[in-house]
Antibody, heavy 122, light 113 residues
Framework: EVQLVESGGGLVQPGGSLRLSCAAS????????MHWVRQVTGKGLEWVSA???????YYPGSVKGRFTISRENAKNSLYLQMNSLRAEDTAVYYC????????????????WGQGTLVTVSS | DIVMTQSPDSLAVSLGERATINCKSS????????????LAWYQQKPGQPPKLLIY???TRESGVPDRFSGSGSGTDFTLTISSLQAEDVAVYYC?????????FGGGTKVQIK
């Protein structure tokens, strides 16, 4: 069974840092693009970052320069280093597997983890 | 960035009736080379992560009931639930994967009338 389990969320002050982790199992992790998607409680979904199977990385403007996605294939793990956190970064962060489309990280997502809550507040 | 706009924001449908959700992209998500629309649909129930329903605008994910169908091309897409069941109460999102940043619609909440 394909499974993604996030960890590392919590309460952090504005300007602080946090590192999220995602443990993957049930598939050959190194072959897949991986993504982080966030959701403000009660609101919609926002794509946060992607890392290709080859290690290429992508970010939207809202987090570029502050967030860094990485992967450790030997540990079947995905990470998101979040720096200079702002109140508007408060959300549930989901790890999601990208489905291979032959067009790089331009994927749909399947499956998703259960998410980890990040709260940025003083 | 491609902006995805869903309508309506919410709808209430009687059990067994049809539910129709619309999704419009600010630019075409149709790849002229392979004739595929880079559009997916997800279902999210309370307290759960999103679940993939449909990709390539109309291909149903394995295990998804056939009452769910996707249609449309270019910039206008529709998710149809042909006969609403109680377990279909959820928020539905469209997503384009034609270009980065990958973007989602704002969601449509489906309830029972």
């Amino acid at each position: 069974e394909v499974q993604l389990v996030e960890s590392g969320g919590g309460l952090v002050q504005p300007g602080g840092s946090l590192r999220l982790s995602c443990a993957a199992s049930g598939f050959i992790f190194s072959r897949y693009d991986m993504h982080w998607v966030r959701q403000v409680t009660g609101k919609g979904l926002e794509w946060v970052s992607a890392i290709g199977a080859a290690g290429d990385t992508y970010y939207p403007g809202s987090v570029k320069g502050r967030f860094t996605i990485s992967r450790e294939n030997a540990k079947n793990s995905l990470y998101l280093q979040m720096n200079s956190l702002r109140a508007e970064d408060t959300a549930v962060y989901y790890c999601a597997r990208g489905v291979v489309t032959g067009t790089g990280v331009k994927n749909w997502f399947d499956p998703w983890g259960q998410g980890t809550l990040v709260t940025v507040s003083s | 960035d491609i902006v995805m706009t869903q309508s309506p924001d919410s709808l209430a449908v009687s059990l067994g009736e049809r539910a129709t959700i619309n999704c419009k992209s600010s630019q075409s998500v149709l790849n002229s080379s392979n004739k595929k629309n880079y559009l997916a649909w997800y279902q999210q129930k309370p307290g759960q992560p999103p679940k993939l329903l449909i990709y390539w605008s109309s291909t149903r994910e394995s295990g998804v009931p056939d009452r769910f169908s996707g249609s449309g091309s270019g910039t206008d897409f529709t998710l149809t639930i042909s006969s609403l069941q109680a377990e279909d109460v959820a928020v539905y999102y469209c997503q384009q994967y034609y270009s980065t940043p990958l973007t989602f619609g704002g969601g449509t909440k489906v309830q029972i009338k």
